[in-house]
């Protein structure tokens, strides 16, 4: 009974390396998204997918990259760190309507 | 886009009370509204969503208010238990990405 799996749960970087947060999901939704949640900012969309081969962006996709080969996992790809994406990353799927299923975060610090 | 406003300051209510949560969001009223539940270091739980044409939903001892005049969502814990501890976020349909947009959340405490 996973749900949605996010791994690594803590991640340090250097500013300017590159890193792949992995999410996965077993409930075979379709829609999959990153949030990013900041203090004081609350849970901001980054980039969503409706569907393998289909993704798009939110509120805040400077700086990631994502991809969809298959409908279980949505990976997200920071290129070149940068201090401002020090955060804690939630993926979560979705049935229709969208009702959230979150994976327990990834916690970011680049320095 | 879509914003919300949820109290900001930690809502402290007595083991026993009802706790009363308001989401207020500015913009287009949306298709449906849903409040979730986040524990420290956890990921957010979805609780419930109640739609535009409902003025009100029921779950155990969670009940949710929509009033689409009003722009408002209520979100009421009965004969709350310090297990409630926790934070709740509102969350609407975001109008341009196929997403939802969140509120910031309200801290509630139930003190014993």
């Known amino acids: 009974n996973a749900g949605v799996t996010q791994t690594p749960k803590f991640q340090v970087l250097k500013t300017g390396q590159s890193m792949t947060l992995q999410c996965a999901q077993d409930?075979?939704?379709?829609?999959m998204s990153w949030y990013r949640q900041d203090p004081g900012m609350g849970l901001r969309l980054i980039h969503y997918?409706?569907?393998?081969?289909?993704?798009d962006q939110g509120e805040v996709p400077n700086g990631y990259n994502v991809s969809r080969s298959t409908t279980e996992d949505f990976p997200l790809r920071l290129l070149s760190a940068a201090p401002s994406q020090t955060s804690v990353y939630f993926c979560?799927?979705?049935?229709?309507?969208?009702?959230?299923?979150f994976g327990n975060g990834t916690r970011l610090t680049v320095t | 886009s879509q914003k919300i406003e949820q109290n900001s300051e930690a809502l402290n209510i007595q083991e026993g009370k009802t706790a009363t949560l308001t989401c207020n969001y500015t913009n287009y009223s949306p298709a449906y509204l849903q409040w979730y539940r986040q524990d420290p270091g956890r990921g957010p739980v979805f609780l419930l969503l109640?739609?535009?044409?409902?003025k009100e939903k029921r779950k155990e001892r969670l009940k949710v208010t929509f009033d689409t005049t009003l722009k408002q969502s209520l979100f009421h814990i009965t004969a709350s238990q310090p297990a409630d501890s926790a934070t709740y976020l509102c969350a609407l349909p975001e109008g341009g990405a196929d997403g939802l947009t969140f509120g910031k959340g309200t801290h509630l405490i139930i003190q014993p």
């Open positions: 409930m075979n939704h379709e829609y």
């Open positions: 979560a799927s979705s049935p229709i309507p969208r009702t959230l299923h």
């Open positions: 109640i739609r535009e044409n409902e």
């Open positions: 997918s409706v569907g393998a081969g289909i993704t």
